[in-house]
Structure formats: structure tokens, C-alpha cells
T-cell receptor, first 111, second 115 residues
């Protein structure tokens, strides 16, 4: 079945630092790839997505590029803010329309 | 447009009891998925319903079951509760584009504590 390997957290960064959260996946066919974010006390919400190879998803300063050759979808942001503190989930959606979530990476940004 | 609504938000049960959780999807959404979130395991897929039919199922024991009604509202039931069932149960709905590219819209979850 599909699987996701996501870098373990927690990740602690100072405000304005660069962020990279690694994500690699295994899936049948050509899955769509998503990053979801969960702020404290809330459910998950979509951050960005990419539906085919070499697509770049972006939102709120975050970016991720669909790399088919390395089966990766790393999340990046050039300058993080305290408000970015949350848990981030990588999620491929492949066969049978089932979405598989990674274990989540907790990001803490300190002023 | 109202979001995904889950009830109850918090509940405490004892071992051996059963529990029913409810999820009302966004109006017009016909796909409803359930996930179990725990600190150690992350999000694990329970099942997905579409137009009252179970379309996908995760690797959970038969104590976990669900159903969907004609108005797309969904319930999940856990029987003979165990301590390890303590978790945040998240429901997510998906809209017209219910294929792999569609976005999941999550509720805030039902936090179950089993004593």
C-alpha cells in the first residue's frame, strides 16, 4: 500500500529562519500530493497541493515541488513566522482515492 | 457555508463500553472519511463513505464500524472500548471533485478518552 516518510520533529526555528520539511512517499501510479497543516486545537486544513510531476504548489509563502524521480515532496519556506507554529502533514492521494498521511512534523517558531 | 461539524467534541468512556461519533459534512459533499489521530501513530485511515457505501477501509479491527445516511451525515461506532482507543477522531469531507486531486475538509475532531 501507499506510505509516507516524513522527517521527525519537533523542529524548532527562530523567526525568519528557513524551513525545509522532508517528505518521501511510495504509491502506485501517479498520486496527487498534499501538505496539510494542523494549528493547535484545530482540525487539519489544506496548505498546498500538486497533482502532477514537476508541479509546484504554493500558499502563504510555503512551496513544495512534485519530484517524481525521487518520489519526494519537500515543504519549504524562506522565512518562518511565529504564526507558522503547527503540525505539518505530507499526504499522497493515490489509488482507490485513499489519502495516506505521514506522522506529522511539529514546527515551533520562537521569536 | 458551514464547515464539517463533529459531535461530541469531547467524551470520556470506560473500558468495555461503546461509543458513537457523528459527522456532518459540508453541504453538497458526498464523501466522508474518518481518521484516528494519536501522538504515536499520527493519522490513521479508518474508512471512507460515498453515497452511503463504504468505498475504502483501513486496517482496524471489526470493533470499528461506520455508516453514512442519505443526507451524507456519517457516524462511526467503536464497540468494546479499549484503553488504546483513546484518540482524536477526525472526520473529513470531500466535494464534487471527489477524485484523488480533491481537497479534504476536516472537522475539529472528537476527543475520546477511555478510562
Amino acid at each position: 500500500g501507499d506510505s509516507v516518510t516524513q522527517m521527525e520533529g519537533p523542529v524548532t526555528l527562530s523567526e525568519e529562519a528557513c524551513l525545509t520539511i522532508n517528505c518521501t512517499y511510495t504509491a502506485t501510479g501517479y498520486p496527487s500530493l498534499f501538505w496539510y497543516v494542523q494549528y493547535p486545537g484545530e482540525g487539519l486544513q489544506l496548505l498546498l497541493k500538486a497533482t502532477k510531476a514537476d508541479d509546484k504548489g504554493s500558499n502563504k509563502g510555503f512551496e513544495a515541488t512534485y519530484r517524481k524521480e525521487t518520489t519526494s515532496f519537500h515543504l519549504e519556506k524562506g522565512s518562518v513566522q511565529v504564526s507558522d507554529s503547527a503540525v505539518y502533514f505530507c499526504a499522497p492521494a493515490g489509488g482507490y482515492q485513499k489519502v495516506t498521511f505521514g506522522t506529522g512534523t511539529k514546527l515551533q517558531v520562537i521569536p | 457555508k458551514a464547515g464539517v461539524t463533529q459531535t461530541p467534541r469531547y467524551l470520556i468512556k470506560t473500558r468495555g463500553q461503546q461509543v458513537t461519533l457523528s459527522c456532518s459534512p459540508i453541504s453538497g459533499h458526498r464523501s466522508v472519511s474518518w481518521y484516528q489521530q494519536t501522538p504515536g501513530q499520527g493519522l490513521q485511515f479508518l474508512f471512507e463513505y460515498f453515497s452511503e457505501t463504504q468505498r475504502n477501509k483501513g486496517n482496524f479491527p471489526g470493533r470499528f464500524s461506520g455508516r453514512q445516511f442519505s443526507n451524507s451525515r456519517s457516524e462511526m461506532n467503536v464497540s468494546t472500548l479499549e484503553l488504546g482507543d483513546s484518540a482524536l477522531y477526525l472526520c473529513a469531507s470531500k466535494g464534487r471533485d471527489s477524485g484523488p486531486t480533491g481537497e479534504l475538509f476536516f472537522g475539529e475532531g472528537s476527543r475520546l478518552t477511555v478510562l
